[in-house]
């Protein structure tokens, strides 16, 4: 059964997280300079993981507030959602994240364009522009996103009521680290969104592959050997 209110949900908060994330590295910007400080750094990560903390609380009841197709698809994969509903989810993301950069776009117009409002541009200086580490930064990080969505949204055994501030939580600690290094997308759709209203789209593939890749493995080690094991003892 195609269920439309989930599809919304899903594009609401997916908004939500690319009005909210890429407009907290535009204000970043506009307040500690171009160049990426401790402030700026720490700025950024409260900014995504609060909207991603408060958008799993407000939707998850809902359509579990997958928010990110590199969560949607390792969740198709372990039958936890239907294909179906699963493509309806992508296409909601999608489309949420393309319309809350066009919402930036129409709000900072000039602000915004100075980061691509808020595209990541690639592995930076630290890794030595490498798109091998690159590639390993972003897979590496996402496996621990959905591994903690895994755990705490989808384990039977898990403290409940905690899932949002988890959840949150590691995307805060992913962009702490992660900003510095790929700009720290760990989601599709994220990226999407400003690379098509910027048309910004260098290493673009890198933030779906990676992803991903990350999220599958995930998702594939986290059911299988735990989840499906309280499912069977619930």
């Not at 590199?70 to 179906?84: E, H, L, N």
């Not at 039977?156 to 600690?173: C, M, T």
Request: without cysteine; glycine residues 12%; neutral net charge.
């Amino acid at each position: 059964m195609v269920n439309t209110r989930a599809y919304l949900a899903e594009g609401i908060a997916t908004y939500g997280l690319v009005f909210f994330g890429p407009l907290s590295v535009i204000l970043a910007i506009a307040s500690f300079g171009e160049s990426l400080t401790t402030q700026s750094v720490f700025f950024i990560a409260i900014g995504h993981g609060a909207a991603i903390g408060l958008m799993v609380y407000a939707f998850g009841h809902i359509s579990g507030a997958h928010i990110n197709p590199a969560v949607t698809i390792p969740m198709m994969i372990t039958r936890k959602i239907g294909i179906v509903d699963g493509v309806g989810y992508i296409i909601s993301q999608l489309i949420g994240a393309v319309a809350a950069a066009a919402t930036l776009k129409a709000i900072l117009p000039e602000l915004g364009a100075k980061v691509n409002f808020g595209t990541q541009r690639g592995p930076s200086d630290l890794i030595n522009h490498s798109i091998g580490s690159g590639f390993a930064v972003e897979t590496v990080l996402t496996f621990f996103l959905v591994t903690v969505v895994f755990m705490t949204a989808v384990h039977k055994k898990a403290s409940p009521g905690l899932h949002g501030l988890s959840i949150g939580g590691i995307i805060f600690l992913i962009h702490l680290v992660g900003v510095p290094l790929t700009g720290a997308s760990v989601n599709p759709a994220r990226t999407f969104g400003p690379a098509l209203i910027s048309g910004f789209w260098e290493f673009h593939w890198m933030y779906w592959a990676a992803p991903i890749l990350g999220g599958i493995i995930a998702g594939l080690i986290m059911n299988y050997v735990f989840v499906n094991k309280a499912e069977k003892e619930a």
